[in-house]
Structure formats: C-alpha cells, structure tokens
C-alpha cells in the first residue's frame, strides 16, 4: 500500500511539475504565467464573458488567484471588465480583440501539447485514464469534506 501512495503521489506531482513548466514557458511569449492559461481558455470558451466567481468554479482555483489574474490580464489589454463596478468581483470579464488573437494562439498550443501527451495512448486507455481519474478525485474528496479520521472510524466499524 506504502509503494502504491508513493508511486502514486510521486507521479501527480511529477505530471503537475511538467505542466507548470510547459505552460510557464509558453505563457512567457505572451507576458502572462501559467495560471493564466485556464482562464484565457475559460474566457475564449465563453465569448459572453464570465463573472470570477465562475472562473473561479471553471478553473477551481481560490477568487484571489482569480482576481490576480485578472487584473493582470488587464493591465496587459487582454481582458476587459464590464461592469458598473469597477472594483471588487462584481462584472463580466471579456477578452478584448487582442486577448482573442493572444488565447487563439495558446488555445493552439494546448491543442498541440494534448495531441502529444496523448501520443502512443489507444482511445480505450484514455477513456479509462479519465474514468479512473474522476473516482480518484471523488474519492479524495469525500476525505477532504469529512475528515480521513472519520472515514476510517466508520470503515473499522463495517
């Protein structure tokens, strides 16, 4: 069980290390840093625009982070706010005409980064890869919401 948690821990991290650097590199082109990436993607995905809190459930990344970015993104003329707000999370966030060209072209980087992360995996594998992955995710979360003791409490009492 030990070298199972290990291997497994090992390779989340890994495989999370490698993404922030693809994606930090590449967002460098573009003055933005790897956060940046699911909220461009977000916001490109939904031309009506987004409010934070649902780039924030979109991406589930903290508001903070979401806010950062955002203001980031539009003191770099990517995003736009419209709102009758100017502060604080009240608005809808929009891709301005350049932050359009600039996602287009990271949109066609993922694309690219996904056809070779999914090189020499069968269509099967991968549907099996992401099925197994959400169980992971759920089953974690059922921990997180009700504490890894009470769950093994109740697991010795069956």
């Known amino acids: 069980m030990l070298d199972r948690f290990e291997r497994f821990s090992s390779r989340i991290f890994k495989l999370s290390k490698i993404w922030h650097q693809i994606a930090g590199e590449e ?43 955002l203001n980031a993104m539009m003191k770099s003329n990517l995003v736009e706010k419209h709102s009758v707000h100017q502060k604080g999370y009240a608005g809808i966030f929009l891709l301005t005409d ?9 949109i066609k980087k993922v694309n690219f980064a996904v056809k070779m992360a999914n090189e020499n995996l069968s269509e099967e ?34």
């Open 125 to 158: 594998k991968r549907v099996v890869f992401y099925e197994v992955l959400e169980i992971f995710i759920d089953n974690m979360t059922k921990i997180v919401e009700r504490g890894l003791s009470i769950e093994e409490k109740e697991r010795e009492g069956k």
């Open 27 to 69: 967002m460098a082109h573009f003055g933005l840093n790897a956060s940046h990436v699911s909220y461009i993607v977000a916001l490109y995905k939904y031309p009506e625009g987004l409010t934070s809190a649902m780039l924030s459930k979109i991406s589930d990344k903290d508001k903070s982070d979401v806010s950062r970015s």
């Open 98 to 106: 350049e932050g359009k060209k600039v996602a287009y072209e990271i």
